[in-house]
């Protein structure tokens, strides 16, 4: 097999990798990265809205969720103009992603490419897969028929869960009322500081003047953001990966003219698809440890771009994320880490699965069981949980109990079921 075909097929690392993890997690430990879809994520811009400039700069401080990995591409924003109907902004957000080839450079990112000489490589992909095997061991592995199933499989876990966020973040105005009420709210929040200090209500929404300062106390009455997320998943196919990496690809090795020509001519052949959209309004803002109106911004944003993941999540089955149980206790309780950030709640419930190879090497889930939160023991992982000093906010993980099923062990991964 030939370098460029060699590395064709040099996806299966991943495959490999996470048949070596899941054994390997047993015995030990857990890979707390693994399976992890890839996101970008950016936000629309109207400079003729409301605090448009306050929330975009905060926008750009809003840290990546964790659970993904950070697929950002530089075009962090798209400027509109006026007030477009809803199907006119899914339009512009659709020729903006076309007009600036995203798909493609989001598979330009996978592969490393050198802008200099167009060449790929994949250690990205290594890393994200955790692979380090050789190119000897790949090569034995792609002489078999399971050994391709498992790069079809792996090349589908990976590039093929690679999904786009378009953020449409609006200002809640709500100014008048707040600067009505700015004189009464002052004293209430005098009052319901030394209030909460004598019921030790860390929560309270209410927080003293001394602590927090006039500007903040009046926001949380008037800062209110509105925010629509669009969900778009990156199509990768055996179809679209043939093409690529028969037809495009190539490493510095073997620097190929007639191959980057290909390339920058088969923008169409990558693509995105809208998945759907989740929208909601954010809720109070705890003040607690919060200093300066750059601080509430960010904290009123963040969460509320989070909340809006979770219910993307639970709205679409292609989008759920899975996490491995990290620990299991003498007397079955099991440790994970997730929390209120991925809105985990005193009702939720989750299947437990194992992950094995069937006779092809195409990769399977088998459910072993149901769990659930065990109440007062989910972690509250929210953004600025700690410095507020919010209940289960220093736990570290959730403590889930058995439901269902049995034989649970490190490594075995959760999913949330509706």
Same mark, same amino acid.
């Given at each position: ?252 090795? %073997? @620097? ?10 088969? &923008? +169409?052949?990558?693509? =995105? *698809?809208?998945?759907? !959209? ?56 099991? %440790? @994970? ?10 009702? &939720? +419930?989750?299947?437990? =699965? *194992?992950?094995?190879? !069937? ?60």
């Amino acid at each position: 097999m030939g370098g460029s075909g060699m590395k064709r097929y040099f996806l299966i690392a991943i495959a490999l990798t996470i048949v070596v993890c899941a054994t390997a997690e047993k015995k030990d430990g857990v890979v707390e990265d693994y399976n992890r879809s890839s996101l970008y994520t950016f936000s629309i811009y109207n400079p003729g809205t409301a605090m448009a400039s306050n929330i975009f700069s905060t926008l750009l401080k809003v840290q990546h969720p964790d659970r993904f990995n950070d697929h950002n591409l530089s075009l962090r924003v798209l400027r509109t103009r006026g007030n477009p109907k809803p199907e006119e902004l899914i339009d512009q957000i659709a020729a903006f992603l076309d007009r600036n080839k995203v798909a493609q450079r989001l598979v330009s990112k996978w592969f490393n490419r050198d802008r200099s000489d167009g060449s790929f490589d994949m250690e990205l992909i290594k890393e994200r897969g955790n692979y380090n095997a050789t190119i000897e061991d790949l090569n034995m592995a792609m002489k078999t028929v399971r050994g391709k199933a498992m790069l079809e499989d792996a090349g589908e876990q990976l590039i093929g869960n690679t999904f786009v966020i378009v953020n449409e973040v609006s200002y809640v105005d709500k100014h008048a009322r707040a600067d009505g009420v700015g004189a009464v709210f002052e004293t209430l929040s005098i009052i319901g500081g030394a209030v909460a200090k004598a019921k030790g209500d860390k929560n309270n929404t209410i927080q003293s003047i001394g602590n927090t300062g006039e500007t903040i106390s009046k926001l949380v009455a008037g800062f209110t953001v509105h925010i629509k997320s669009h969900l778009f998943r990156l199509v990768w196919n055996d179809s679209i990966a043939s093409t690529f990496y028969s037809q495009c690809y190539y490493d510095k090795d %073997h @620097i190929d003219a007639a191959k980057r020509r290909a390339y920058a001519l088969k &923008s +169409k052949l990558f693509r =995105l *698809e809208y998945v759907g !959209d989740y929208e909601a309004t954010s809720g109070k803002t705890v003040l607690r440890g919060l200093h300066n109106n750059d601080e509430v911004f960010l904290k009123v944003l963040t969460r509320a771009l989070d909340k809006n993941i979770v219910e993307l999540r639970k709205k679409f089955e292609i989008f759920k994320i899975t996490a491995p149980v990290f620990e299991i206790t003498s007397d079955g309780m099991l %440790h @994970i880490h997730i929390g209120m950030k991925e809105g985990v709640e005193p009702t &939720s +419930k989750y299947e437990v =699965l *194992e992950r094995s190879v !069937d006779e092809e090497g195409h990769i399977i889930y088998h459910r072993k069981g149901t769990i659930r939160p065990v109440k007062d023991m989910i972690w509250d992982n929210r953004f600025m949980a700690t410095e507020e000093q919010a209940e289960g906010a220093d736990f570290g993980f959730t403590t889930f109990e058995k439901v269902s099923g049995g034989d649970f062990y490190q490594g075995m991964l959760i999913r949330e079921l509706k």
